[in-house]
C-alpha cells in the first residue's frame, strides 16, 4: 500500500518503511507539516513532538478510543463498514 501511495504522489516521495526506528522516525515527525494516518503507535507518536495529524479510525473505534477533544475538532465518520 505504501509503494502505491508514494508512486501516485505528485510531489517526491520516499517510503522509509524498514529504515528508520522510533527515534528516527520522531525526527521525520518533527520535519512535517501533518501526519495522515490510522490511529496507531506512530500517529500517537508525530501528536507527542508536536505534529498535526489527521487521524483515520473506524466508525466504533472514534467512540472509544478518539482523541479527547474531539468535541472540539470535529470528527468526520463513514458507517461503511465494507468498499462498495
Not at 3 to 31: F, H, I, K, Q
Not at 32 to 50: E, Y
Not at 72 to 79: D, M, Q
Amino acid at each position: 500500500m505504501v509503494d502505491v501511495v508514494v508512486r501516485t504522489m505528485r510531489a517526491p516521495a520516499r517510503s522509509l518503511v524498514d529504515e528508520v526506528m522510533v527515534g528516527g522516525l520522531a525526527g521525520v515527525y518533527t520535519r512535517s507539516a501533518i501526519l495522515v494516518s490510522n490511529d496507531t503507535g506512530p500517529r500517537h507518536l508525530a501528536q507527542a513532538v508536536g505534529t498535526a495529524t489527521a487521524g483515520i479510525y473506524w466508525c466504533g473505534n472514534v467512540i472509544n478510543a478518539g482523541h479527547p477533544t474531539r468535541a472540539r475538532r470535529g470528527v468526520h465518520l463513514s458507517w461503511t463498514a465494507q468498499r462498495p
